[in-house]
């Protein structure tokens, strides 16, 4: 069972609508990610909050635009997406990347958010 | 730059026979190095992790991992192989300089292992 929560676990949206994505974690973790997938490709990285700040956009289209209002909960706003946007978006967290073997900052997946966009 | 390789696109292994899964890497520093295993319609789940020590590490559902430094390589093993093993397997790296935008996880394209009954 994973420590990492999703929801919805399915969602579909047309091109007009607003929706939200939600994580949360209890794990203490400093660290939240927003990954997205296509079927049978690796994970893509979109951003990376680090003590509730974004510390790293991977040149995302503003129709997501993630907010994290405290340490447990990250979310991810949907607005105006197209269908190739269509895909599975996971969120991860993490300790903080601090370099040795003391924190070696390995990812715990949530079980993903499936959107469809029609 | 980072990068991490998975050659093979599936692996298909008999059920009881041992598995490979390959992986390779490039990366600044020390790598720290990273197996990953995801079922259809899940998430992704950590099975095991390379930092330092050992070139033999052991994680969940009896996989291991060596680690070859002259290699580059990292590959995931497994003795004795199960039908539930089936899935989808992504080797990741992280390099080790400190608090650099560089230092994501970067993951391999994913092998998908499948084993026959």
């Known amino acids: 069972d994973t420590e990492v929560t999703q929801t919805p676990k399915h969602l579909v949206m047309g091109m007009t609508n607003k929706k939200s994505l939600k994580c949360e974690q209890h794990m203490g973790h400093r660290a939240m990610y927003w990954y997205k997938q296509k079927a049978k490709k690796p994970p893509e990285l979109m951003f990376v909050?680090?003590?509730?700040?974004?510390?790293i956009n991977e040149s995302v289209p503003s129709r997501f635009s993630p907010e994290c209002p405290n340490s447990s909960l990250l979310n991810l706003h949907l607005h105006a997406l197209q269908p190739e946007d269509s895909a599975l978006y996971l969120c991860?967290?993490?300790?903080?990347?601090?370099?040795?073997?003391?924190?070696?900052?390995?990812?715990?997946f949530g079980e993903g958010s499936r959107l469809t966009v029609l | 730059a980072q990068s991490v390789a998975q050659p093979e696109d599936q692996v298909n292994v008999a059920e009881g026979n041992p598995l490979t899964v390959k992986c390779t890497y490039s990366v600044s520093g020390n790598p720290y190095l990273f197996w990953y295993v995801q079922y259809p319609n899940r998430g992704l789940q950590f099975l095991l992790k390379?930092?330092?020590?050992?070139?033999l590490v052991k994680g969940s559902y009896g996989f291991e991992a060596e680690f070859n430094k002259s290699q580059t390589s990292f590959h995931l093993k497994k003795p004795s192989a199960l039908v539930s093993d089936s899935a989808l397997y992504f080797c990741?790296?992280?390099?080790?300089?400190?608090?650099?935008?560089?230092?994501?996880?970067?993951f391999g394209k994913g092998t998908r292992l499948h084993i026959l009954p």
């Open positions: 990741a790296v992280r390099g080790t300089r400190l608090m650099n935008r560089d230092d994501k996880i970067i």
């Open positions: 991860a967290s993490s300790h903080l990347w601090v370099r040795g073997p003391a924190n070696t900052g390995e990812l715990f």
């Open positions: 390379y930092i330092t020590g050992d070139n």
């Open positions: 909050y680090s003590y509730e700040k974004l510390s």
